[in-house]
């Protein structure tokens, strides 16, 4: 039974293209985020989404945009790929956004742009 | 710099020896997770510190944090391959909503 599950898990594309990634969790979580991991595999949040709402949204660019239908879906959308967005992204949920809470991370989708 | 500081960066161990990896911030921490991460998954979750002097273990692992909440230690007891991976330290830290990440620890196990 898969918590947070991420499609694709891998995607290789050429710059300037568009492409979207998927996140679903069945935890019946109402948080759920987006991190990316660097090539030096530093893991930093992007966006965070509470009941659907936009919550965080660490200056990423505007290329990148989210979509939650639902809370059990977030999807990334990313516009004009370029060569520095190669790297993991991972998905992620939690019962509230609230502290204390423990995150459940799904298991990556590797973004390579070529 | 970081806000969270990890170290060692990678450590190589011999299998059956006791290791530590250390997770240090100059702020106070509401609290603090360990995950570990293998290659093609997730991040797994591993523990969860949230009290001064905090202690946890689960099986061989063993995590602390400090009294003054500024600090976590995970220590490995007789380590095995299976224990190999990244370990990555997140904390709640003070004024933000959301969780820091060290850079992480690459942990191999020699046989």
């Known amino acids: 039974d898969t918590a947070v599950s991420q499609t694709p898990k891998y995607l290789v594309t050429q710059m300037g293209n568009d492409k979207s990634i998927k996140c679903e969790q069945n935890?019946?979580?109402?948080?759920m985020y987006w991190y990316k991991q660097d090539s030096k595999k530093f893991l930093k949040i992007m966006f965070s989404y509470n009941n659907k709402e936009l919550i965080i949204n660490e200056t990423v660019p505007n290329r990148f945009s989210p979509k939650s239908p639902d809370k059990a879906h977030l999807n990334l959308h990313i516009n004009s790929l370029e060569l520095g967005d190669s790297a993991v992204y991972f998905c992620?949920?939690?019962?509230?956004?609230?502290?204390?809470?423990?995150?459940?991370f799904g298991p990556g989708t590797r973004l390579l742009v070529l | 710099s970081q806000e969270l500081e990890q170290s060692p960066q990678s450590l190589i161990v011999q299998e059956g020896k006791n290791l530590t990896i250390n997770c240090t911030s100059s702020k106070t921490l509401y609290g603090l997770y360990w995950y570990k991460q293998k290659y093609g998954e997730g991040l797994i979750f591993l523990m969860m510190l949230q009290k001064g002097g905090e202690e946890k273990s689960h099986e061989k692992i063993t995590a602390k944090l400090d009294e003054k909440k500024q600090q976590s230690s995970l220590h490995i007891t007789a380590s095995q391959p299976s224990h190999a991976g990244i370990y990555l330290c997140g904390a709640d830290m003070q004024g933000a909503q959301k969780l820091v990440f060290g850079q992480g620890t690459r942990l191999t196990i020699n046989p």
């Open positions: 992620a949920s939690s019962q509230e956004l609230v502290r204390g809470e423990t995150q459940y």
């Open positions: 935890l019946g979580h109402d948080t």
